[in-house]
């Protein structure tokens, strides 16, 4: 209990002392001469003295100066109030987002050229590959064919007057074979008598000649083909030392 607690005397033990000595009943009128006793302030302070005269000090009101617990002020600049989620959130802000989706966009655009440029090479060999497809085929048929074009023609060669009805079957063979091949674009050549070229003769053998420069195809054992401008065999040939 406060030292105010116990200065102020409680109404129970005002009214019990009231009963015990009971005073004087108050005049009905103040004597003549006299003022009115002033009425006791409520909210007047009780003395240094400690004699209130029975009456407790009115609280503070609500605007009073004075600090109340639960009153601090948080100052939003003091170290600590933010920690670590305002760095993240000044991180955040100070990211530019035009700037990032300009940076992606960029590298969308290079990713983009790179495939079609890839596209485009492909593209390209695909047509290169479908377009030699074709000759490429016809030559690797054609290649087969020329060993039995040229034992028809050593058939031909070797056959006698009694094999005549067996050699015009063989020449008619030889001469379809033949017609076939030059529609599909082939053509044959010998080259008799023509300077010696490695690109379209094969040198089987040399000899001398009389009257023939060196390098010269003095005879032609196998005719060489051609495919259009691919020489399919070349002409096998002996050449003048």
């Known amino acids: 209990m406060s030292a105010e607690e116990r200065a102020t005397p409680s109404e129970s033990a005002v009214r019990q002392q009231m009963r015990e000595h009971p005073g004087p009943r108050a005049a009905s009128a103040p004597a003549a001469g006299r003022e009115p006793a002033e009425a006791p302030d409520p909210e007047r302070a009780p003395d ?23 009153d601090v002020e948080t100052d939003p600049a003091e170290p600590g109030a ?62 087969e064919l020329l060993p039995a074009l ?19 079957g063989v020449r008619m063979v030889h001469a379809e074979l033949i017609g076939a091949l030059e529609r599909s674009g082939v053509a044959a050549y010998e080259p008799d008598g023509e300077r010696f070229d490695p690109n379209v003769h094969e040198a089987l053998s040399t000899r ?20 259009d401008d691919t020489v399919l065999r070349p002409a096998r040939v002996v050449v003048s030392a």
Do not use: C, H, I, W
């Not at 003095?218 to 060489?224: A, P, W």
């Open 48 to 70: 240094e003295s400690g004699d209130d005269d029975g009456f407790v000090a009115a609280p503070a009101g609500p605007d009073d100066d004075e600090a109340r617990p639960g």
């Open 82 to 143: 933010g920690g670590e989620g305002d760095d993240e959130a000044a991180e955040v802000a100070a990211s530019d987002p035009l700037a990032d989706a300009e940076r992606q966009r960029d590298e969308y655009l290079v990713l983009a050229q790179r495939t079609q440029a890839d596209f485009d090479n492909f593209r390209r060999r695909a047509a290169r590959d479908v377009a030699a497809a074709g000759p490429r085929a016809k030559a690797g048929l054609v290649r």
């Open 150 to 168: 040229d034992n028809l023609e050593r058939a031909l060669a070797a056959a006698g007057e009694a094999d005549q009805g067996l050699a015009g």
């Open 208 to 227: 001398p000649a009389d009257g023939a420069e060196p390098g010269m195809v003095v005879d032609v054992l196998e005719k060489g083909y051609r495919l």
